[in-house]
T-cell receptor, first 111, second 115 residues
Framework: LAKTTQPISMDSYEGQEVNITCSHN???????ITWYQQFPSQGPRFIIQ???TKVTNEVASLFIPADRKSSTLSLPRVSLSDTAVYYC????????????FGGGTRLMVKP | GAGVSQSPRYKVAKRGQDVALRCDPI?????LFWYQQALGQGPEFLTY????????KSGLPSDRFFAERPEGSVSTLKIQRTQQEDSAVYLC?????????????FGSGTRLTVV
């Protein structure tokens, strides 16, 4: 399974755009890139998933360069409620594919 | 139900006691996973079910850990003779077994404290 590397923590302010970059140098051809968000005392919550180029949904955007060795989660205009741990995962997206979490990035949004 | 439900939310066990943690997945979800999350760490895989079949239990840390899903819906994670290192949050996740770009839905977890 591809290993991921992401910053341990990041600080931001309300209204700013936040970009969290994840490195996954050993990503396999059939691996997808998925991001989860976790608030204290809750389970992780799926945010976005992509394979290449750019994916956008109502919550975030995911940018994936052509070599797919990294990806960037972009959160537009963060608010205090976006303070959470964000996990980058790579792997197959077939049912039964185990999710392998790293340490995640602790995002602190300040007023 | 609308989401994955886990019970109890909190469990305090004396060392050596047996515990049982319950997971009610989303109705119709075929895949079910158990994860263990230590304080300040990411979740770590324990075991995986497809319907009632336990297809992967490679993450179970010892033979004191046992999981079952006899009818392919509710699952129970049992820990025998609990030890202090078992203290963690135990998360359950479920997903549909079809389509792409789906995500796993996690429950809020059971926080186990062994004293």
């Amino acid at each position: 399974l591809a290993k991921t590397t992401q910053p341990i923590s990041m600080d931001s302010y309300e209204g700013q755009e936040v970009n969290i970059t994840c490195s996954h140098n050993n990503i396999a051809t059939n691996d997808y890139i998925t991001w989860y968000q976790q608030f204290p005392s809750q389970g992780p919550r799926f945010i976005i998933q992509g394979y290449k180029t750019k994916v956008t949904n109502e919550v975030a955007s995911l940018f994936i360069p052509a070599d797919r060795k990294s990806s960037t989660l972009s959160l537009p205009r963060v608010s205090l409620s976006d303070t959470a741990v964000y996990y980058c995962l790579v792997g197959g997206n077939n049912a039964g594919n185990m999710l392998t979490f790293g340490g995640g990035t602790r995002l602190m949004v300040k007023p | 139900g609308a989401g994955v439900s886990q019970s109890p939310r909190y469990k305090v066990a004396k060392r050596g006691q047996d515990v049982a943690l319950r997971c009610d997945p989303i109705s119709g979800h075929v895949s079910l996973f158990w994860y263990q999350q230590a304080l300040g760490q990411g979740p770590e895989f324990l075991t995986y079910f497809q319907n009632e079949a336990q297809l992967d239990k490679s993450g179970l840390p010892s033979d004191r850990f046992f999981a079952e899903r006899p009818e392919g819906s509710v699952s129970t994670l049992k820990i025998q003779r609990t030890q202090q290192e078992d203290s963690a949050v135990y998360l359950c996740a479920s997903s549909l077994a079809q389509g792409t770009n789906y995500g796993y839905t996690f429950g809020s977890g059971t926080r186990l404290t062994v004293v």
